[in-house]
């Protein structure tokens, strides 16, 4: 079952505002994010100052706020908000018909 | 109605187009052709449904009444005579023979074409549930479901008002369900997300439709999942997955909609969400076209009409050799139920670079929102006040840039367009002195004014002066302009706010989410003019503890509200992974605990367990998949969760005590164990630590935590506010008391005031060396009554909060948040749901 986008589930299984993993065999954990307002968007799991798990964080507007030190990351392209520099890799993501399908080469980009 | 079978005029020899479908964009289509060319082609147009052109739109105002049937009719027969169109209805296509270039329907009649076109619209999606099938479960999608409608609420009349569920909670269902409302039925919303219309709006605006629905009478279940349709012979009820049963003698599915495709897929045509077209609406074979609901367009499908009628020009001029090509549509939504106005249009998400423009009014029950991208509108949801919807849509359609207007935009476009003064400061200036500053408390311009003069430097002070600004904040902009207007540069900032999204301060806010009897958080957010759509990590964890607090019992707690650590029960470490602290009631533990404990390093081999300084044992390296079954193997050694994570009470230290040392005066261990068991699972501002030490010599340290007892001979010295960690601070002497029941009294008391008065991580130490320890003495100590009521609103309180969330979660409960979505493996490319 190899394609371009792959499907891992329904988009009710996201909590809104808040996120689901999909694990990657040799490669970072991918965040799968739902906005208060039910946009989807997929980050690598892992924050850009210290690798913390940026599925663990508490989603506000179009952004997470890191568990561990508190940096905001926008969801949309991954960078860090406000004062803070630094960016995450963007795993392409669409919804259709309330399935959740992620893009096949961005999963490979983020195991490399 | 009766079939009306075409003669074709045996001398026509114009080019055939047939149209299957006499709905909306099937019409539209030939409205088109024929206003560029009406003779170039002879028209036959095959219909489902056995009416005429009708505007399905309008569906709803029928249903509610406010609209008759032949009110909605679009093309009467005169048009279809006039156009020399050949109209077959109540007759399905059910085949198409692209070799012979035939259509044939259900009554067996062929018809040849040369150009074909299909406009079958959308089919409604019904949920696969037990009982779907049964007689009085409907969609609502065309004049016939209206009918059933209307004769299930007339059969209700007779038995003394009939009772539908809705499910689906978006815009038709909303539509059904309030005009069944009107028709005199009791109607309950069933809806799966937690905010109504999610696709359209965001959870402030979903949060006040929900609110006016409900005060309309209907009953709108949230997050909750149908189960099944019971009844033997016809609906009886619909059950939710939850065991609720709700009677109903109608049950309308809105759920939504999906392309009706069927007939073109037979064919053979191009297929993905709907029928593949190109910009010119041909679909994979060149002879024919599709348009409306069932087509998809460069991969993407539309739901609503104004995406339709560009379809139909470029439809009609590829048609006529005038190929202008579609390019695709943005939407915007209305949703049509009287008297309430809400308008969506575009992409709300925010994301990087977005901005959001927030105004919101809670006496005139306003939320608009715009979100801003480098200059342009890229969305907009505005809710009681609809009139800019169609500025903003149009400004966002043509791309314009709005720098020029940006600190206007929010106030709509006669504002922003000169209506107001082009400076707001020389717009307040200009005000006269009984303008209305403050419309809560009635505050004009000229008591702000005669309040700042007497000495109100500061928003706040103009607040506790004059009330202006001090309800529901809308009036903050005016009040700070009227600040700077009279004082320049001598305005003082007010203590803190809770962060950017507000303009009040924790106290403020605290006072009045009880004071309006406050609910929920976009409840707070709306009636106090949040300047953010849903808050941000600073007050959605302080909101969702004050709502907890005042609401002991009714409030359901908003996980996404919390900080990971309180949203999975244990510590998030700098590898992902967990800690995991079970209680030991008073440091005391027993070979039980210890061997479940050992057998849990072992088992999920935890690479290290050490003892805390809170006098319990802390497992580390736990993975968050791991944490159920961890949980679910101490608590079977009876241990529960030691809140070493929350902003709650955490340990109650002590010491040996009276019982084996040689200095003690009292049992410091048994009273620290009662203590302990009085207070565990307590949600509070911030974490609450307690020690009990048997005699002076305090080898529990309890003077440097938040309450600190000390035997003595004669009975117990209790004291409050200490602190080791960052900033050591000694506990301030409460007073002394004689018996352990006392003590415990006292510091039930004592941690209710800190729960009711301190704000959100203000630690107990901070907060009285802010209020003064006499504050504390006059409430706890000189003050019976109200030590009493304190307490027992502590008491109140805890018989909601002592259930273990470790038992909860070990039971299932929130497995999402453990459980990863999938796994994937790149080198194969395998993968698996999890
Ligand atoms: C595990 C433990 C250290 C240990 O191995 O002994 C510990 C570990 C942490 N402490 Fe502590 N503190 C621990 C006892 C203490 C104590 C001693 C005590 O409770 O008697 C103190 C000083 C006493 C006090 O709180 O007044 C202490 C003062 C702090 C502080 C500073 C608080 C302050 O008001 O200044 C923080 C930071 C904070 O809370 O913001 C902190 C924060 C933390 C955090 C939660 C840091 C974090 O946010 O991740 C650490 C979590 C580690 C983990 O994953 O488990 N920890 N921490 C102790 C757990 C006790 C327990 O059984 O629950
Ligand atoms: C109650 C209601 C309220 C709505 N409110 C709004 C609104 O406020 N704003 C908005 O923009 N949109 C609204 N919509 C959506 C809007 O009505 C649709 O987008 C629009 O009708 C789609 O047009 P269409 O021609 O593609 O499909 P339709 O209008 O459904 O036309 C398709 C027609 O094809 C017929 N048909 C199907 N298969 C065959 C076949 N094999 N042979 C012959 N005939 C066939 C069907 O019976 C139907 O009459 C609403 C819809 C409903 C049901
Ligand atoms: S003292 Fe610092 S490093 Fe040690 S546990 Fe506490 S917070 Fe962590
Ligand atoms: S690791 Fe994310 S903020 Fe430090």
Not at chain 2, 340 to 348: E, P
Not at chain 2, 383 to 398: N, V
Not at chain 2, 735 to 758: D, G, P, S, W
Request: with cysteine; aromatic share 6%.
């Amino acid at each position: 079952m190899t394609g371009e986008w792959l499907d891992i589930g329904w988009v009710d299984e996201i909590p809104v505002r808040g996120s689901r993993t999909v694990q990657v065999t040799g490669g970072d954990d991918i965040a799968i994010f739902r906005t208060g307002d039910g946009k989807v968007f997929a980050l690598a799991d892992r924050c850009p100052h210290k690798g913390g798990r940026l599925s663990q964080g508490i989603v506000h507007g179009g952004a997470v706020a890191c568990p561990l030190h508190n940096w905001r990351i926008a969801l949309a392209t991954g960078e860090a908000l406000g004062e803070d520099k630094g960016c995450t890799p963007v795993i392409p993501v669409k919804v259709s018909g309330g399935r959740v399908l992620i893009c096949r080469a961005g999963t490979m980009a983020a195991a490399a | 109605m009766e079939i009306q079978i075409i003669q074709p005029a045996r001398d026509d020899t114009r080019e055939h187009l047939v149209v299957i479908g006499n709905g909306m964009a099937g019409c539209r289509a030939v409205e088109e052709l024929i206003a560029r060319d009406p003779t170039r082609y002879r028209v036959t147009i095959f219909g489902a449904e056995p009416h005429v052109n009708y505007n399905r739109i309008m569906l709803s105002p029928v249903l509610a009444g406010e609209k008759t049937f032949d009110q909605i009719v679009i093309n009467d027969h005169a048009w279809y005579a006039t156009n020399m169109i050949d109209l077959v209805v109540s007759d399905p296509v059910q085949a198409i023979d692209r070799t012979a270039k035939t259509v044939t329907a259900r009554s067996g009649l062929t018809v040849a074409y040369d150009r074909l076109l299909i406009a079958t619209g959308s089919d409604p999606f019904i949920i696969p549930v037990p009982g779907k099938d049964l007689p009085g479960v409907i969609s609502f999608r065309d004049m016939a479901d209206v009918d059933h409608m209307l004769a299930a609420a007339e059969a209700g009349k007779t038995t003394g008002g009939g009772s539908a569920v809705v499910i689906g909670g978006g815009l038709l269902g909303l539509e059904a369900a309030h005009g069944l409302t009107l028709r005199g039925m009791k109607v309950t919303v069933i809806h799966l997300m937690p905010t109504l219309m999610e696709r359209q709006l965001d959870e402030a605006a979903g949060w006040l439709l929900k609110s006016a629905l409900e005060s309309r009478g209907q009953v709108i279940l949230t997050e909750a999942n149908t189960a099944e349709i019971v009844g033997d012979t016809r609906v009886e009820g619909v059950r939710l997955k939850d065991g609720t049963l709700i009677p109903a003698s109608l049950v309308v599915m809105a759920v939504g909609i999906r392309p009706s495709v069927a007939l073109a897929r037979d064919a053979g045509l191009e297929i993905g969400r709907g029928i593949k077209v190109d910009d010119h609406m041909v679909t994979s074979d060149p002879s024919i076209l599709a348009v409306g609901e069932c087509v998809e367009h460069d991969g993407n499908v539309y739901g609503l009409v104004a995406p339709l009628w560009d379809m139909c020009r470029a439809l009609a001029d590829g048609l006529t050799d005038s190929h202008s090509g579609y390019r695709g549509s943005v939407t915007s939504t209305k949703l049509k139920v009287a008297g309430l106005d809400v308008f969506s249009a575009g992409d709300f998400s925010g994301g990087a670079g977005a901005e959001d423009i927030v105004l919101r009014d809670a006496s005139r029950g306003i939320y608009k929102r715009v979100v801003v991208k480098d200059d342009r509108i890229v969305g907009a949801v505005l809710y009681g006040d609809t009139t800019d919807g169609g500025w903003y849509f149009d400004l966002l359609k043509r791309g314009e840039d709005i720098a020029p207007i940006r600190d206007m935009l929010i106030f709509g476009q006669s504002f922003a367009s000169g209506g107001g003064q082009a400076d707001p400061k020389a717009a307040v200036a200009a005000l006269s002195d009984d303008a209305e500053i403050c419309g809560c408390n009635g505050v004009t311009k000229g008591a702000v004014f005669t309040c700042i003069d007497g000495g109100a430097h500061s928003l706040d002070a103009v607040r506790a002066g004059c009330k202006a600004s001090a309800s529901c904040g809308s009036c903050t902009g005016l009040v700070e302009t009227l600040l700077a207007l009279r004082l320049g540069d001598e305005v003082e900032a007010g203590p803190k706010t809770i962060c950017k999204c507000t303009s009040f301060g924790h106290d403020d806010v605290r006072r009045e989410i009880v004071a309006q009897g406050m609910r929920s958080i976009p409840e707070v957010m709306q009636k106090l003019h949040w300047s953010t759509p849903d808050g941000c990590s600073s007050c959605r964890p302080a909101l969702n503890y004050y709502l907890l607090c005042a609401l002991p019992g009714e409030y359901k707690d908003d996980q996404q509200s919390r900080f990971v650590n309180e949203r999975m029960h244990a510590n998030i470490q700098k590898d992902g992974t967990y800690s995991v602290v079970p209680r030991m009631w008073g440091g005391l533990t027993n070979p039980r605990e210890l061997r479940a404990i050992a057998d849990v390093v072992e088992k999920y081999d935890a690479p290290m367990v050490k003892v805390t300084g809170g006098q319990r044992l802390d497992i580390f390296g736990i993975k968050k998949e791991d944490l159920p079954a961890v949980w679910a193997d101490l608590n079977a050694a009876g241990m529960v969760s030691g809140h070493a994570y929350g902003k709650s009470l955490r340990t109650v230290k002590t010491c040996v005590g009276s019982d084996w040392c040689r200095f003690g005066t009292q049992d410091s261990t048994g009273l620290g164990v009662k203590v302990e068991q009085m207070t565990w699972g307590s949600w509070m501002p911030h974490k609450f630590k307690i020690a009990v030490s048997g005699c002076p010599r305090n080898c529990a340290e309890a003077t440097i935590k938040d309450f600190g007892v000390v035997c003595v001979d004669s009975g117990y010295e209790l004291s409050v506010g200490g602190n080791g960690g960052i900033k050591v601070r000694a506990t301030d002497f409460l007073c002394k008391v004689a018996t352990e029941e006392e003590a415990m009294h006292y510091c039930a008391a004592f941690i209710q005031l800190y729960r009711e008065q301190a704000r959100y991580l203000e630690r107990t130490a901070p907060w009285i060396e802010r209020v003064g320890v006499e504050y504390i003495r006059e409430r706890i100590v000189d003050d019976a009554p109200l030590r009493d009521a304190l307490a027992a609103r502590f008491r109140y309180s805890q018989t909601f909060m002592q259930d273990d969330p470790w038992a909860a979660r070990a039971a299932g409960e929130n497995r999402e948040q453990h459980a990863p979505m999938a796994r994937f493996t790149p080198i194969d490319g395998t993968r698996e749901m999890a």
